[in-house]
């Protein structure tokens, strides 16, 4: 009876780490997974940025090199991920992992993106809709929900729906309600494979809806010059 009890009990340990290992790997090889992200500069949000780079041989890169960008997107405002290798796989594929693969950056406290828009920490939003020029700070969110540290660390979901805000105090990114290319994220999530990680036929929640429309041109991140002014102390 002793010995039946021992092989039962090893049985259900192995049982329970695989459960533990298969919902703690995330990301796989083989996976296509999607997130909306936008970025939205003292109420403008800015346009979605284009296709990652290809290849003369049409293989989408890695900013700088030749090699394969598992995590890219097709200029549809949308995160892909697409990984070939471990390395863009789990906790490796994150937001930040995407903003390099693009030539651009992400920090806690200061961000550089398409088109030369650049905000950080201390920045100034101008004057708008009779309210003063106010000093800037990022915020970032996911599906409606004000998020700590550092978005750069962060590994996206399948299906989330993320915001990277430069607002002045009393904004922040939950309150800018989901991204303008959330309905491109549903789209993509109804036909996504089904090992996708999310239920295919359940809709979007979405949270308060956006005041700005899509691809507006943003007030202090035009095309090829930086999006603030100097940092004021």
Not at 167 to 181: I, Q
Not at 206 to 212: K, V
Request: glycine share 12%.
């Amino acid at each position: 009876m002793g010995v039946v009890a021992i092989v039962l009990l090893g049985v259900i340990g192995v049982v329970l780490a695989k459960n533990a290992n298969d919902s703690s790997t995330g990301l796989k090889i083989g996976d296509h997974w999607h997130a909306a992200l936008g970025v939205n500069v003292c109420g403008n949000w800015l346009p979605s940025p284009p296709e990652t780079p290809r290849d003369s041989n049409g293989l989408i890169v890695r900013h700088g090199t030749d090699t394969y960008a598992g995590i890219h997107t097709h200029g549809d405002g949308l995160i892909h991920f697409e990984p070939e290798a471990s390395d863009d796989t789990g906790s490796h594929a994150t937001v930040g992992r995407y903003f390099n693969y693009n030539g651009w950056s992400l920090s806690q406290t200061s961000f550089a993106y398409d088109q030369g828009a650049k905000e950080s920490n201390g920045n100034t939003c101008p004057a708008a809709n009779g309210q003063p020029a106010a000093k800037g700070t990022l915020t970032w969110a996911v599906n409606g929900k004000e998020k700590t540290g550092n978005l750069a660390g962060y590994a996206p979901r399948n299906g989330d729906r993320i915001v990277l805000a430069f607002e002045p105090a009393g904004k922040n990114a939950a309150s800018l309600g989901d991204p303008p290319s959330t309905a491109a994220l549903q789209q993509a999530l109804n036909s996504s494979a089904p090992n996708s990680g999310v239920s295919q036929t359940s809709p979007l929640t979405s949270s308060t809806p956006s005041t700005a429309a899509p691809g507006a041109t943003p007030t202090t991140a035009p095309a090829g010059a930086p999006a603030s002014t100097t940092p004021t102390s």
